[in-house]
Antibody, heavy 119, light 110 residues
Framework: EVQLVESGGGLVQPGGSLRLSCAAS????????MDWVRQAPGKGLEWVGRTRDKAKSYATEYAASVNGRFTISRDDSKNSLNLQLNSLKTEDTAVYYC??????????WGQGTLVTVSS | QSALTQPASVSGSPGQSITISCTGTSSDVVNYNSVSWYQQHPGKAPKLMISEVSNRPSGVSNRFSGSKSGNTASLTISGLQAEDEADYYCSSYTTSSTRVFGGGTKLTVL
């Protein structure tokens, strides 16, 4: 059974940093494109970024709103995906989801982890 | 990249059919068939309902169907049921190799 479990969310001050993780089970993470999607409280979904699969050298793309501040990486030994969030702003407050990207859509989603940026 | 345009809300009675539109541009919907639809119930993670414009993943009811014409993709739900009440989002691949979501549509089953 495919499962994605995010962790690492919490309260952080503006300008601070946080590292989110997404533990995958039931499949080999390196074989798939993986994305991060966020949802601010009471708002819609916003695409954050993507890491392509091992065959595509794990190339990454990011939304303009986070480019240069957020970094996606993988840990193949742990079958996990990471999202490093730097220079955080209050508008980055959201639930962050990891999702498996295939067949033109996000087929599996984690339950999400809440990041709150506030002083 | 601007968000795709969806109606804020739609409603229908049980048994009826409704359609949710998703309007984009030549930078996304027009030139890609990577248009997908998601259902999200309150407090839950989104669920893929339609991928690649009209493909229904295993386990998704055949009451859900998708289509695209020009710059507008559509999700149709037939035989509306109370459990269909949720938020629905469309998404598309873009010419910038990114993805973009619509603003979301709240479906109310009367």
């Amino acid at each position: 059974e495919v499962q994605l479990v995010e962790s690492g969310g919490g309260l952080v001050q503006p300008g601070g940093s946080l590292r989110l993780s997404c533990a995958a089970s039931g499949f080999t993470l390196s074989d798939y494109y993986m994305d991060w999607v966020r949802q601010a409280p009471g708002k819609g979904l916003e695409w954050v970024g993507r890491t392509r699969d091992k065959a595509k050298s794990y190339a990454t793309e990011y939304a303009a709103s986070v480019n240069g501040r957020f970094t996606i990486s993988r840990d193949d030994s742990k079958n996990s995906l990471n999202l490093q969030l730097n220079s955080l702003k209050t508008e980055d407050t959201a639930v962050y989801y990891c999702a498996r990207d295939e067949y033109g859509g996000f087929t599996y989603w984690g339950q999400g982890t809440l990041v709150t940026v506030s002083s | 990249q601007s968000a795709l345009t969806q109606p804020a809300s739609v409603s229908g009675s049980p048994g009826q059919s409704i359609t949710i539109s998703c309007t984009g541009t030549s930078s996304d919907v027009v030139n890609y068939n990577s248009v997908s639809w998601y259902q999200q119930h309150p407090g839950k993670a989104p669920k893929l309902m339609i991928s690649e414009v009209s493909n229904r993943p295993s386990g998704v009811s055949n009451r859900f169907s998708g289509s695209k014409s020009g710059n507008t993709a559509s999700l149709t739900i037939s035989g509306l049921q109370a459990e269909d009440e949720a938020d629905y989002y469309c998404s598309s691949y873009t010419t910038s190799s990114t993805r973009v979501f619509g603003g979301g549509t709240k479906l109310t089953v009367l």
